[in-house]
């Protein structure tokens, strides 16, 4: 069970768009649409962006926005603001029946 | 409102045993699959448990045989026992809830505030 592949960092200006990649495997991201991802600020618990690939909970803004191609999922983040610099991570359930978090990507708004 | 709040969480010998409780409010934890995910010190979120659909489990491969999930209907709490405790087990321990049974749907929503474990000598 090793950890979904995503990178380490990404930056941008406030107002444009980054997108996180998350890389996995049949086994996971490219067998089921169980793809969620998280959002985390320093000393706070997690909090849910997007799940089931690309559905948005209700209060999250619409700028964040969730896809996947094959075993590559991406999480899209639009009209940069300066409170999105956080960790975040993807998950995705697997084959056996447990799930899987990718290392995490730490979001630098320039 | 939909609130999870674990506690137990300590300091304690490598070797030795602890037990984490994460009491839930706002739902029923009978009806949703709930999980145990933790975080070491500076590092990236890890899934340990499940505890899904009556009374199925399944566990990560780094804890499986030495942790057991649990439910307490009664109580509305998930639980953690941990035995023979390593150092590398060290880290912040949360409470998430999974999607309800049947809604075809997987998520992690809401998240306690998490519980530090520490396994030192």
């Known amino acids: 069970q090793s950890a979904l592949t995503q990178p380490a960092s990404v930056s941008g200006s406030p107002g444009q768009s980054i997108t996180i990649s998350c890389t996995g495997t049949?086994?996971?991201?490219?067998?089921?649409?169980?793809v969620s991802w998280y959002q985390q600020h320093p000393g706070k618990a997690p909090k849910l962006m997007i799940y089931?690939?690309?559905n948005r909970p209700s209060g999250v803004s619409d700028r964040f926005s969730g896809s996947k191609s094959g075993n590559t999922a991406s999480l899209t983040i639009s009209g940069l603001q300066a409170e999105d610099e956080a960790d975040y991570y993807c998950?995705?359930?697997?084959?056996?029946?447990?799930?899987?978090f990718g290392g995490g990507t730490k979001l630098t708004v320039l | 409102e939909v609130q999870l709040v674990e506690t137990g969480g300590g300091l304690i010998q490598p070797g030795g045993s602890l037990r984490l409780s994460c009491a839930a409010s706002?739902?029923?934890?009978?009806?949703?699959?709930m999980n145990w995910v933790r975080q070491a010190p500076g590092r990236g979120l890890e899934w340990v448990s499940v505890?899904?659909?009556?009374?199925?489990?399944s566990y990560a491969d780094s804890v499986k045989g030495r942790f057991t999930i649990s439910r307490d209907n009664s109580k509305n709490t998930l639980y953690l026992q941990m035995n023979s405790l390593r150092a590398e087990d060290t880290a912040i321990y949360y409470c998430?809830?999974?999607?309800?049974?049947?809604?075809?749907?997987?998520?992690?929503?809401?998240w306690g505030q998490g519980t530090l474990v520490t396994v030192s000598s």
């Open positions: 505890f899904y659909s009556g009374s199925s489990t």
């Open positions: 089931d690939v690309s």
């Open positions: 998950c995705s359930y697997t084959s056996s029946t447990t799930w899987m």
């Open positions: 049949s086994s996971d991201v490219g067998g089921y649409n169980y």
């Open positions: 706002g739902f029923s934890v009978s009806n949703n699959y």
């Open positions: 998430a809830r999974g999607a309800r049974y049947g809604s075809g749907e997987d998520w992690f929503d809401p």
